[in-house]
C-alpha cells in the first residue's frame, strides 16, 4: 500500500499542455485527498523514465515505457472533450496502483 | 523495489525538474501575460495549408523582435513531430514552441476556409481548424495562469464561436479581453 503516487506529465515540448494538465490533475488529487509528486517531462523520454507509477501525456505516441509504467492518454484534461470520462480513469489506475 | 531505491535512480536532472515543479503553483507572482498586438490577431487570412498560416503569423513576431528565424523553422519541424490540432467545440491548431523566442507572445488568425492539422493525440483524422492561435513561450512555470486562462478559452465553446466568424481585429480583441482579462498584454 503506497501513500503517494509519482506521476509524470508529457508532452511533446514539455511547456503548454503539460503545465495545463499537471495543473489539472493537482486539483483531481486534491479532491481525491491523493498525495502526489508530479514531474514534468518531453514524450521522447518516455521509455526511459524510472522511478515513476504513472505516465499522462498529452501528444501523440506509440511509445511505451521500458520498466512496463502505464502510459495513459490525458488530452481530455485540456480540450475537455471527455474530461470527466478520463478522470475516472486516472483515479480508478492510481487507486488500483496505490493498493499493490 | 523499495521507495528509497526509485528515487535513487532517478537522474539528478528529474530530481531537480521534479523540485522546481513544486514551485511552480498557478498562483504565480503578480500577472505574468503574453505581449501582442494588433498587427498579430488577424481575421479572415486566405491560407491553403498550416505551412503558409504558421508562416504568416510567425512573420508578425519576427517583425516585432519576439523570436529569431530559428524559431520559424523549429516550429515547423515540432508540428510535423508532436501536432497540436485540437479536437475541441470549435477545432483549433496551437502551434507553439520555446527555441528562439526572445520575449512570450500570443498570435492568432481566423481563417476563410479550414485549414487540416492532425490532431494532438494522434487520432487518425484531422483537425479542420478554422482558427489558429501561435504562442512563443520562454518560462512555462511562470506563464502558468495564463495557459490556464487559455485552456478555459479554447473549452468556451460559445465564446469560440463568436470569435471564429470575428469581422475584424477590433472585434476580437474585444472576445480575448473578455476571455483573459488583465492576462491579454495589448
Known sequence: MKNSIKLVVACGGGIFTTTVVTEKIKEIMKKEKINCSITPHKITEIPNIVGADIIVVTGKTKQENKQGIPVMVGLPLFTGVGADVFTEQLVNKIREIMEV | MSENKKVTDMTNQEICEMAV??????????????????????????????????????????????????????????????????????????????????????????????????????????????????????????????????????????????????????????????????????
Open chain 2, 21 to 186: 515543479n513544486e514551485e511552480c503553483e498557478c498562483s504565480d507572482a503578480g500577472v505574468v501575460s503574453l505581449a501582442t498586438d494588433q498587427t498579430m490577431i488577424l481575421t479572415n487570412v486566405n491560407a491553403d495549408s498550416q505551412v503558409e498560416i504558421i508562416k504568416i503569423l510567425c512573420t508578425k513576431a519576427l517583425e516585432k523582435g519576439y523570436i529569431t528565424e530559428i524559431f520559424i523553422e523549429k516550429i515547423l519541424e515540432r508540428e510535423k513531430e508532436f501536432p497540436t490540432g485540437l479536437p475541441t467545440a470549435v477545432p483549433v491548431a496551437i502551434p507553439h514552441i520555446h527555441d528562439g523566442c526572445l520575449k512570450s507572445f500570443f498570435s492568432m488568425a481566423t481563417l476563410t476556409k479550414p485549414v487540416a492539422f492532425e490532431s494532438m493525440d494522434g487520432a487518425e483524422d484531422d483537425i479542420n481548424t478554422e482558427m489558429v492561435f501561435l504562442f512563443g513561450i520562454t518560462d512555462p512555470s511562470q506563464q502558468c495562469s495564463v495557459l490556464m486562462k487559455f485552456c478555459e478559452l479554447f473549452q468556451n465553446e460559445e465564446l469560440m464561436k463568436k470569435m471564429r466568424v470575428a469581422e475584424n481585429t477590433e472585434e476580437q480583441i474585444g472576445y480575448l479581453k473578455n476571455a483573459l482579462g488583465d492576462y491579454l498584454l495589448i
